[in-house]
């Protein structure tokens, strides 16, 4: 729930759509959706994808106070 929450929460004050981010990051409008609402689990390659698209670590967007 935090990773869905926190790509949202990236990709909207980024002030991007799904279709942006999906452009930056080569990851899916679909796939993005399902991360979003969690309907499915997220690999790590769409992790990373995402979390590149977006300037952050994949522990920003799992949560992890750490980076």
């Known amino acids: 729930a935090v990773f869905a929450a926190s790509v949202r929460r990236a990709r909207q004050a980024r002030g991007w ?3 942006e981010l999906g452009r930056r990051s080569g990851v899916s409008k679909n ?3 399902n991360v979003e ?3 499915s689990g997220t690999t790590l390659d ?3 994808l ?3 698209a977006l300037g952050v670590t994949i522990g920003e967007l799992a949560g992890d ?3």
């Open 37 to 39: 609402l969690m309907r």
């Open 46 to 48: 769409t992790a990373w």
């Open 50 to 52: 995402l979390a590149g």
């Open 31 to 33: 796939t993005l959706l």
């Open 17 to 19: 759509s799904r279709e």
């Open 65 to 67: 106070g750490n980076g």
